[in-house]
Structures are given as structure tokens and as C-alpha cells.
């Protein structure tokens, strides 16, 4: 399997074929569908041989919607597929050689069940040539929408809200212009929080009725709506709108209870996430006489944690609706110990000298200034927690070439079971002289 839904083939002159509806194993017919010159894609067209690895999807949507593109694979092919994947990752982007990397890579680490786990869902939002509105998950093919009653990905007790959702809007796309771009879905089977956010551009919008007919079709604890506007590639929130309950959604993460506005990043898998903060806090074990650092630290997952334990936090967030929640957590909390700054973490880096650190940045990994800037540190250890291979291994590799911290253990954690997506723990430690 690739760092992607494909399968990899080879052609009878060694050439890669990434092929689309197979897994590792598979004997397929199959049809090119582009030809790079040192590599190709193919769409399989008929089984000709299963595969020992491949299951029946609990999913009947599954070979249609891009949520789980390795529903077909057994799970445990999967979490050996996603081992190795990082374990590649390491070795060649990273440069650390198979040998090293096979050691410095436990196990995968799977924290509950491979279905039912997401806290979140979005809708799509399709128009056909009359203006209708269909509202679904996302297809595998750029656009498409795919209906569906339920989501097997979504925690048990809330599947249904998928389909009361899409009935909903529907209905009133059909008499009111919603400008609706995706819909978010947040539900926790903790706090009993089950969340709308309407994706729109601003203008006129039927509040009212939007609550209300939300509302009686699943009794949401909040419903908001996120106003955008720019190109495409480049939305900027525009400004958020209580349409009502809440105003936002409650989660609880191991012993800290947070809330996240529509707009924050937060975790979709919360035994996850609780996986993760567990994994950091033991690699680092922070001290009450100690300085911890926190970049890219979100509404506060491991802040909150951090700032219970270590002396004092410096928490550091670009995104400007996530520093709002990540004081509001802080101030709920109780806790005072923590310089919460907004700001991108190279140009805010913290004026201090941390002892342990904890980096989670976006998939794009560390830039190369706060790889050097993280070096200076007199910091014992680093957690990096990462959802690229890709750019973990590339970052790794500049830490190594500045030669201050090496990497002594790599945890994968499966946070998206039935995708090929894989969570990382990293902990980096001061190389010895």
C-alpha cells in the first residue's frame, strides 16, 4: 500500500503503477488512466483474485466515498502497512537508513475501535445545473458528493445525524439561498455535544429558520454558522455567527474538559488524542521546577496537560479563533502558569529557555528556521507530534544535521483507522558530546 488509497503494482519494465480499487495482494484487471513516462495510474476494473488481506467494508458506501479508502483491507494489514510506511518515510526522506529506522519505529499503536471513532464529520455540497442542492460525503472523485443515510466513521451514537442533517438543509435549500459550501458535524459521546457549523459566504441568511428546522431534526447543543469570503484556495474566516445553543462544542479529554469554537482544529479521534497527550507526557515527563514550551498548541490538548504538571508553559498559535479557545480553556481550567501568544511560532518564538518542548505543527511539518531555533534550546527533549511521515522525516533530518537533538523513539498511532493517514509521536533527546 502507498501513503495514499492505492495499491502499488509494477508493469513488466519495472515501472511503478499506483492502481485505485485494490489492495496489497490483489489480482486485478486493470486500465491505465495516466501515464506520467516513469510511473502510472490505473483504475482496477475487475477481481480476478482476492487478496488474503482484503475484508468485506463494514461500509457499503465505502469503494464510493473518500472517507475510508482502505476499508477493503483488513486492519491488520493496515496497521502494518502504516508502520512501514513511516518506517520508509525515515529511511529515505529522513535519511537515517532502514536498519535505524526499523529501530527507532515501535509498533503501531491502535487507541479503540477501527470504526465508529470520529468526533467529526463534514458534508459536501453539490449544485446540479437547475441550482438543487445535494448534501453528502465527500466522493472519491474531485466533486463528488455521495448520500448516505449514516457514517460507519462517526461515533455509534450519533451516525444518524449525517442523514437528519442532509434531509434538513436540503429542505430548505430548496425555497432559501444558503450559499452553504460544507457542513461540519461535531458530536461527543462524553459531553452528549453534538454541533452544526454552516460553511458560507456572508450575506443574507435565514437565521432563524436555519435554527429551527435544525433543531427539530436532531436538537443540536449548538449551531453556528462560519462566514468566508476569498478566492477559493485562500478562505479567510469573515465571522462567526451563535444561529443557537452553545456557540461551540464541549469535549473531554482525558481529565481535561475543553471547548473548541467551529472554526479550531481539534483531534477527530478523541481516544486518540487522549493517546496522544499520554505518549508526550510520558516521553517528556515535565517537572513542577521546569519550563515547558508548546508551538502549534491548538485550543490547548497539550497545554492543559503541561501547564498542570510543568512550572510554567509558553503556548504559541497562528490561528487566531483557536488562541480565543485555547484562553478560554486556560481560564476554565484554572490555570495561571501559561503565556498564551498568537502568532506564527517562528516569527513568536518564546524569549525562554524551555526544558521540555512539545511541537505539533500542520501537515507541512517545521520550517527550516524553527527546525534551527528549536536547536538552540537548552531543552532535555523534544515531542514532536506529527501527521506527515513525509515532513517528519524531513524535519528529523535537519535536526540531525544540526547535530544539538537525535531521535530515540517513533510511535505510530492509528487516529484514522480505514485511511491511510498515520499520527506520529517523536521524541527527540540532546545528543551526547
Known sequence: MTYGPDA????????????????VGDRVRAVIDRDEGR??????????????????????????????PWAALSYEAQAR???????DALARIGRLGTERAEALVSP??????????????????ARDARGRVTLGMHGR????????????????????????????LGYLAGSHDLQLERVGIRASRRTRDLEVALWTRPGAFPRAQVAKVLGDALRPTSVVRVMQKGPA??????GVECLSGAGSWGEVVGAESM????PSFFQVNTRGAEKLVELVMEALDPQADEEAMDLYCGAGTFTLPLARRAGFVSAVESYGPAVRDLRRNLE???????????????????DTDADVIVVDPPRAGLAADVVSRLSEQPARAIAYVSCDPATLARDLARFEEIGAFRPTRVTPVDLFPQTYHVETVTLLERARA
Open 233 to 238: 484556495k485562500a478562505r479567510r474566516i469573515a
Open 332 to 350: 476554565r481550567a484554572g490555570l495561571g502558569n501559561v503565556d498564551a501568544v498568537g502568532g506564527d511560532a517562528g516569527r513568536e518564538f518564546p
Open 39 to 68: 510511473w502510472a495510474h490505473a483504475a482496477a476494473l475487475e477481481l480476478t483474485e482476492a487478496s488474503p488481506e482484503r475484508v468485506v467494508p463494514r461500509c457499503p458506501h465505502a469503494g464510493a466515498c473518500g472517507g475510508c
Open 81 to 87: 502497512a502504516k508502520r512501514d510506511g513511516v518506517v
Open 259 to 262: 471547548r473548541v469554537s467551529a
Open 8 to 23: 502499488l503494482a509494477h508493469d513488466t519494465d519495472g515501472r511503478a503503477v499506483f492502481v485505485s480499487g485494490a489492495v
Open 108 to 125: 503501531l499503536v491502535s487507541p479503540g475501535d477501527p470504526w465508529g471513532y470520529r468526533n467529526k464529520v463534514e458534508l459536501a455540497v
Open 141 to 168: 472523485g474531485e466533486g463528488d458528493v455521495v448520500q448516505v443515510k449514516s457514517c460507519a466513521l462517526l461515533d455509534k451514537a450519533h451516525s444518524g445525524a449525517v442523514k437528519s442533517v442532509s434531509g434538513a
